[in-house]
């Protein structure tokens, strides 16, 4: 249930096909230009925003922020970086300074540079604002910000985020939060990165990029885990002026980032997500999840809420419906007990109490329907 990096699944013939037939006759430098590397930033284009006309490829997700972040640097001239509580961006560097989960690093707070200024996650479960109108309430908070910042001679060059928090479990961000914020940072003159590492690349089912959701538009996106299928891969796509502020400061490349195979494998993966229809698969598959939940969650009391879309969900577990405590050794029971039964899964998010579920794009409908089954067993067993 946890592997949001083989879209295609495991030992995908077409893939390993299409590895042995380009190493068997050439993978070098990216530095040179060959057709696929060509092709594939064509492709990528095609499926971004019509403004968004330049794509640097690299070998990771973590590669992406890093860049993403030295482009909007580049560009706007400016140090500092607005970012979201509970999120998480990379190991490099910069990508961790803007990675605030403490899930995965617990020394956030503590060992983040002063150029990082971070924002309440804004999840309308649980968090600062709550039900309808959150979006709308945490965005007034990031413009408050971002104004106290101008005003003391800090103005944000760079608002990062995922557009769905998919590092703490799926999380929604509410309505008309996006496009405020990135409206706010815009006329701050400032650049929108819209992390698509994990929630890009059609998992959400109904969107193949999360800030689709939202109709909103970000200036750079970064993606990479899904791309490659397991090989590395990563892209930063964004617009030429950006690009060309960094180009002034030296010419970017990357050796293997986007190498003859990478850019072969990138081709082949986009292929197979189209021609078996995996978006498709995923809208239809997580609605048989999303179905599910809900059945579940009348079931069971220890369900508090269900987040997600497509093959990109999180179930959150509560010991109280009023006080949302979080269930997190319940939710380590709970996993432990499903791998028993099979079935790896896994808990997330900065209260460890969020079961992630993003299988490969090929997950199937009797799959999900033995998952729900597992699951319901497991809830009525107890831990
Ligand atoms: C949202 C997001 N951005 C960036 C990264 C970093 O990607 P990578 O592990 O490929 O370096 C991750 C990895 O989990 C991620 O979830």
């Known amino acids: 249930m946890v592997n949001n990096v ?149 103005p944000i060059g760079t608002f990062i985020a995922e557009p769905r928090n998919g590092n703490a479990g799926a999380i929604g961000t509410p309505r008309g939060y996006l496009n405020a914020v990135y409206a706010t940072v815009r006329n701050h003159g400032g650049v929108c990165i819209a992390d698509e590492v994990q929630v890009g690349y059609g998992r959400l089912g109904a969107h193949f990029w999360g800030f689709e959701e939202h109709g909103a538009e970000p200036d750079i996106i970064t993606m990479a885990k899904a791309m490659g299928n397991g090989h590395p891969l990563g892209a930063v796509i964004t617009r030429r002026e950006i690009a060309d502020a960094l180009a002034a400061q030296g010419a970017f490349f990357s050796s293997s980032g986007g190498s003859t195979l990478s850019s072969r494998i990138g081709l082949t993966v986009l292929d197979v997500i189209e021609s078996d229809k995996l978006q498709a698969n995923a809208a239809a598959v997580g609605q048989i999840l999303t179905d599910g939940f809900t059945e579940l969650m009348n079931k069971h009391d220890i369900i508090g809420t269900a987040h997600g879309m497509g093959l990109y969900q999180g179930l959150e577990f509560v ?24 079935i790896i899964v896994l808990p997330t998010g900065d209260r460890q109490n969020i079961l992630k579920i993003k299988p490969p794009l090929c997950f199937t409908a009797e799959s999900a329907r033995f998952f729900l089954r597992m699951l319901d067993k497991v809830l009525r067993e107890g831990w």
């Open 6 to 154: 083989s879209v295609l699944g495991h030992g995908n013939p077409v893939i390993a096909s299409t590895a042995y037939r380009q190493w068997s006759r050439l993978n070098t430098n990216s530095r040179f230009n060959f057709n696929a590397v060509a092709e594939f930033s064509e492709r990528l284009l095609a499926k971004v925003p019509k403004n968004l006309d330049t794509v640097f490829l690299v070998n990771s997700g973590t590669e992406a922020v890093d860049l993403a972040l030295r482009l909007s640097k580049a560009f706007t001239k400016r140090e500092d970086v607005l970012c979201c509580e509970e999120s998480y961006h990379g190991w490099s560097l910069a990508a961790d300074a803007v990675s605030t989960s403490t899930s995965d690093n617990p020394q956030a707070a503590q060992s983040r540079p002063a150029w990082v200024h971070v924002v309440d996650a804004p999840n309308d479960y649980r968090g600062t604002h709550r039900g309808e109108g959150a979006g709308v309430r945490y965005a007034e908070d990031a413009a408050r910000l971002l104004h106290q910042l101008e005003r003391d001679g800090k």
């Open 319 to 342: 010991r109280d419906h009023v006080t949302l405590e979080p269930a997190a050794e319940e939710t380590r029971a709970i996993c432990a007990r499903m791998l028993q039964l099979g």
